[in-house]
């Protein structure tokens, strides 16, 4: 019974049981593991390995509970490096299930059977001599009904197992990991070490175009991984994952770090995607923290904040952040919850280019992600517009397209964003002042950010009633109305609330410099001189950020050489 | 219909009323230009509905017709080389033959029943107007009409009708301007108000004003404007609401007053405008005694700083602002010497030329730049 209530830390679903065998098999140094799943993993689960497998003696005590081989001192505790350390998976699994484990080491002549069913060893034989170990475990929670019935339907629990597994698979990549389902295969990594390969082997060939390597080794903490571009942003917040020491735990640990190394990058609402991988040394990182092992205590958060921020900082730095984009981008597959159970490689993904079809697959490698996309801004030169709306430029390495107006508006942003920090509000007077009636709600959005107006050079005063009187508008915007103007930033906050534990005032200090140079920039069909194109491109390159406006919009797109020549069948 | 034209004359004609054409407009037929036969030539014509063009050409006509062609027609007439054209349409008017020399072209036009009739003038209210006071009108105050979409009368250009004078003024809401002529000749009501689309206004002065002394007969009828020369005409809607009282911002006193010569301060502010050229920067001035101080500095550029020789009255001042709004202002007082008199430092400014002759001839009220 103890064991019963026990498993309730360990053994959730069938993804629990997943993670905990696949664990195991990778403890055991496993190279290639194929799991399999019937009815959702609620029938069967089976994880295969071909790792140093266990003798009959060891097989028979790895389902007793807490008898682990991977701690041997009390002070290992401390510098854990192997998945399990508790030496209570196995039994609680057994404990509400029907087992059959099948093991032997390499080169023995004979393996070992052992059946447990409901947590009873009813037998322990010997078996096949084939070097490894597979785990059957059937029935999952047949002796306590009420958690059978509260597992999901067979498609949601495949697809949390799944997910599972791809974070192991990420974590791994040096291991061949398969799933079937229903005798299925849906995806398998190729195991050769290049986290670009498993990456593409799970999501599709297109999703890993859009990913760039991170690398960095900052103090004490090494970072390891992939950044994913603008093109291959999420709105469901999935696509990210971090390993720590090996060990797949919640990516929360570094969203604040991500997030402002991301800033200003992407469109609002979405979120990158990203695999970290982090190397800190065991003794500054507890895991022993939670059941599920998902969370990690960093001895210094702040340090390891650190090392993502700069490591994804540098990664996106000088990259054509939207590649992605020109060459064919990714698209996002429904976001349902089987999200990675379609994986694979997608070649449908590859769609045509400027109306172009592309011949063949791009192929997909470290030589892919590795490709110099930098844009050197400062080397563009105008050849003209294109429907009003675009730029286009010759690259000493390429055809780009400019967008007028993001590129304006990312220019007029960064000296809107100098003049605030140098102190200036320069205003223009109005010849007559402005009145604006508020809407309902209008007037608490006003009196919430009147600091914000004023400081970034509006006059409003109150004229009775709901109306307000606007006197001069910030200086960069002289030639717009200013009622408008005050009537559009409230209209964007009355719908959007700050998010929570950010300084509201620097949020709506930033929502009103991004509104101003949207306003003040060219606009789209705006006809514009070459001269006039020059001089923006110049003003872009002269840009802390001008790969992006600053609603995260791209400012610019590439047509590299190689490409052109490529779609030309000239390569 | 058939009828000679002269290469030049035709190619002119076309080019005035090709810019009422709508090259985008749902309706075929609005992308093509009209061209009737009249009793002693032809009458080209273009409308996008807001603009109407009207254009008279001298041709020889053999045989009277109307048929609507396509826009591009300017274009071919424009690569014809210099001497006489023949054109003669089909029986069924739906193509025309143009020959000349030895070559021959047959476009493809639209029935002139398609084509939407340009409504007539009226006879009354009507007033006359010498082409150069319009021309020189027009430039007064087409430079500070509005683009922002978000106030249309700001967008237009007030005209204002008083006994024998007659006042155009616009105002974006951070500069006015105002500027005055004299009519020649005016039927029906003395006074009058209307504001006129600043793109009809520019269409107006281009078509009508580009030479000649000639005269133009302003009349309105209905929601729509008519303005017509010898052989041109332009018909623009008007823009309906209520232009803000303007007389009330020009300002009736001053606290510091200069007097300089036109060029040397707006020389001295183009060249400050170089330093200053991002929007929302500035340029100082610093007025005391017999010197006007010009600066301006920009972080990434550099600074300028000049002295200009003025002669002044009242209080000294500092003041600033967007240079574009002076230079606008400065590059339209036609005589040598100006006054440009202060409010204060955040109140309005106005400039005007110093002849008392021409003082109420254009006035530009320009609002200053508040700095931090
Ligand atoms: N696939 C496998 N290959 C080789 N040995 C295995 C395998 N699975 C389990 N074992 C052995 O069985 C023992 C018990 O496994 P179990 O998962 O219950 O505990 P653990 O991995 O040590 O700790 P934890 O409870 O934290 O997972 C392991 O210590 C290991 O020695
Ligand atoms: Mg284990």
């Known amino acids: 019974m103890a064991g019963r209530i026990a498993a309730g830390e360990v053994v959730e679903r ?37 790792g140093e497998g266990m003798d009959a003696e060891d097989a028979r005590l790895a389902f007793e509970r807490h008898a682990t081989s991977k701690l041997s001192r009390p002070e290992d505790l401390d510098r854990i490096t192997s998945y399990g350390f508790r030496g209570e998976a196995l039994p609680s699994i057994a404990a509400v299930s029907r087992v059959k484990l099948v093991t032997c080491p390499a080169g023995a002549a004979e393996g070992t059977e052992v059946l447990c069913e409901g947590g009873e060893v009813s037998a322990v034989r010997p078996g096949p001599a084939r070097p490894g170990t597979v785990v059957w475990v059937r029935d999952l929670f047949f002796n306590t009904p009420a958690r059978r019935e509260a597992m999901g339907s067979a498609a949601a629990e495949t697809a949390r197992a799944a997910e599972v597994l791809a974070a192991l698979a990420l974590a791994a990549p040096g ?14 990594t190729p195991g050769t070490g290049n986290l670009l390969d498993a990456v593409a082997a799970l999501f599709g060939a297109a999703f890993a175009r859009g990913m760039v390597p991170v690398e960095s080794l900052k103090g004490p903490v090494r970072v390891r991984g992939l950044a994913g571009l603008p093109a291959v942003s999420r709105r469901d917040g999935r696509r990210q994952h971090l390993v720590v020491n090996g060990r797949p735990v919640t990516p929360r640990l570094i969203r604040t770090a991500v997030e402002r190394a991301y800033r200003g990058l992407l469109e609002a609402g979405r979120t990158p995607a990203f695999v970290m991988a982090l190397e800190v040394p065991p003794d500054r990182v507890d895991v ?23 490591s994804l900082r540098d990664a996106l730095e000088r990259r054509d952040l939207f590649a992605g984009r020109l060459a064919p981008a990714a698209r996002e597959p429904g976001g349902q919850e089987g999200d990675i159970r379609g994986g694979g490689v997608e070649a449908r993904e590859t769609g ?89 709600g209008e007037e608490e959005a006003l009196s919430s950010s009147l600091e914000v107006l004023r400081e970034t050079g509006f006059d409003i005063a109150p004229f009775g009633g709901r109306t307000v009187m606007v006197r001069a508008v910030p200086a960069a915007l002289a030639g717009m109305s200013g009622a408008r103007l005050v009537a559009d930033f409230l209209d964007r906050f009355g719908r959007e609330k700050a998010p929570p534990g950010k300084p509201p005032e620097s949020d709506r200090m930033q929502a009103a410099r991004i509104l101003a140079s949207c306003r003040a920039a060219v606009k789209g069909g705006e006809a514009l001189t070459l001269e006039a194109m020059g001089a923006l491109l110049r003003d872009l390159a002269g840009c802390a950020e001008p790969r992006t406006c600053p609603h995260g919009r791209p400012t610019v797109l590439k047509l590299g050489l190689d490409e052109i020549r490529r779609r030309f069948g000239r390569s | 219909m058939k009828f000679k034209v002269a290469q ?5 004609s076309l080019q005035l009323v090709q810019r009422a054409v709508s090259p985008r407009s749902p309706l075929p037929v609005l992308q093509g230009i009209l061209i009737e036969t009249t009793s002693d030539g032809l009458a080209l014509s273009a409308t996008d509905q807001e603009i109407g063009i009207r254009v008279l050409c001298p041709a020889t006509v053999a045989e009277e017709g109307a048929l609507v062609l396509p826009s591009r027609l300017g274009d071919i007439v424009r690569k014809i080389p210099f001497g006489e054209i023949s054109f003669e349409a089909d029986a069924a008017g739906n193509t025309m033959d143009i020959t ?71 105002t974006d809401g951070f500069r006015l ?13 003395i006074e009058g108000e209307v504001i006129v689309p ?99 500095s920009a972080p990434e550029l550099g600074t300028v700083r000049e002295e200009v020789a003025i002669e002044s009255q009242g209080d000294t001042l500092e003041i600033a602002f967007n240079p574009r709004y002076l230079i606008e202002g400065l590059r339209n007082i036609d005589s040598e010497k100006m006054t440009y008199e202060f409010t204060g430092p955040l109140s309005p400014s106005c400039m005007r030329p110093a002849d008392p002759e021409e003082a109420d001839s254009f006035i530009c009220v320009v609002l200053p730049m508040r700095l931090a």
């Open chain 1, 352 to 440: 045509p280019l400027w109306g172009l079809p592309v011949p063949g697959e791009v192929p997909v490698g470290p030589e892919a992600s590795s490709r110099p996309d930098a844009v050197d801004f400062g080397a563009l030169e105008p050849l003209g517009q294109v429907g009003g709306l675009f730029i286009a430029a010759r690259g000493p390495d390429g055809l780009y397209l400019v967008d007028q107006h993001a590129a304006h508006e990312r220019v007029l942003y960064e000296r809107l964003l100098a003049a605030g920090q140098r102190g200036e509000r320069a205003a223009q007077v109005l010849v007559a002042p402005e009145t604006l009636d508020l809407g309902p």
């Open chain 2, 100 to 170: 000349w020399e030895r070559s021959r072209f047959t476009i493809n036009g639209f029935p002139a029943q398609e084509f939407p009739p340009l409504p007539e003038p009226a006879q009354a209210p009507a007033y006359t107007i010498a082409k150069s006071e319009l021309r020189r009108m027009v430039r007064q105050t087409a430079f500070a009409v509005s683009h922002d979409d978000s106030r249309p009368v700001f967008t237009g250009v007030l005209f204002v009708f008083e006994g024998e004078r007659v006042k155009f003024v616009a």
């Open chain 2, 8 to 12: 030049e004359d035709l190619a002119q």
């Open chain 2, 177 to 189: 301007a105002v500027s005055e002529g004299d009519l020649v000749d005016r039927q029906g009501d």
């Open chain 2, 198 to 296: 600043g793109r009809g206004v520019s269409e107006v002065s281009r078509v009508l004003g580009e030479e000649g002394d000639g005269q133009v007969k302003v009349s309105v009828s209905g929601n729509r404007v008519f303005f017509e020369g010898a052989r041109e005409r332009v018909v623009c809607r008007l823009i309906e609401g209520q232009f803000p009282p303007f007389n009330q911002v020009i300002p009736k006193q001053f606290v510091t007053k200069l007097t300089c010569r036109t060029r040397d301060l707006l020389d001295a502010c183009e060249r400050a405008s170089l330093i200053a050229r991002d929007v929302g920067q500035a340029v100082k001035l610093e007025i005391n005694g017999s010197t006007l101080v010009l600066s301006a």
């Open chain 1, 175 to 188: 291991v061949a990991v398969s799933l079937r389902s229903e005798g299925n295969l849906l995806w398998s």
């Open chain 1, 288 to 310: 022993n923290v939670h059941p599920a092992k998902t969370f990690v205590r960093f001895r210094d958060r702040r340090e390891v904040e650190g090392a993502v921020y700069h």
């Open chain 1, 14 to 50: 069938p993804a629990s049981v997943v993670k905990e065998l696949v664990e195991n098999s990778l403890d055991a140094g496993a190279s290639r593991i194929e799991v399999e799943l019937v009815d959702g993993g609620r029938s069967l689960v089976k994880v295969s390995d071909d």
